[in-house]
């Protein structure tokens, strides 16, 4: 499985204490550009299989992740690394862009 499914339960073990990067895409199923912006996701969680992970925090039912993070509008993508945010995007970005936001040395 290339995309994690986060939750406040799993948050910690899966992002907090990962060993590569965690790119982390913030949504809601009624978000027309979180729809969008989900086939670029996946494709990126595909291509850079084991040296970044992905995963998805729905808003809805994550309302605790989505306030400690100060998610204001969706979709926001924040890459976590060594337990730390490293960068943060928000609205609808092409793949370039997203790419471009990544470590350089992956």
């Known amino acids: 499985m290339a995309e994690y499914v986060l939750t406040k339960d799993n948050f910690e ?3 907090l204490q990962a060993d590569k990067p ?3 895409d913030f949504w809601a199923t009624w978000c027309g550009p979180c729809r969008m912006l ?3 996701v996946e494709e990126i969680a595909e291509e850079y299989e084991g040296t970044l992970k992905v995963g998805k925090i729905n808003v809805d039912a994550e309302p605790e992740l989505a306030e400690a993070f100060r998610v204001s509008s ?3 993508l924040v ?3 060594d ?3 490293a960068n943060t995007m928000v609205g609808y970005r092409p793949k370039a862009e997203i790419v471009a936001m990544l470590p ?3």
């Open 38 to 40: 989900a086939p670029i």
């Open 22 to 24: 965690f790119l982390i």
């Open 74 to 76: 969706i979709p926001m």
């Open 79 to 81: 890459l976590v690394k």
């Open 13 to 15: 073990a899966e992002v």
């Open 104 to 106: 350089e040395k992956m």
């Open 83 to 85: 337990g730390k945010i």
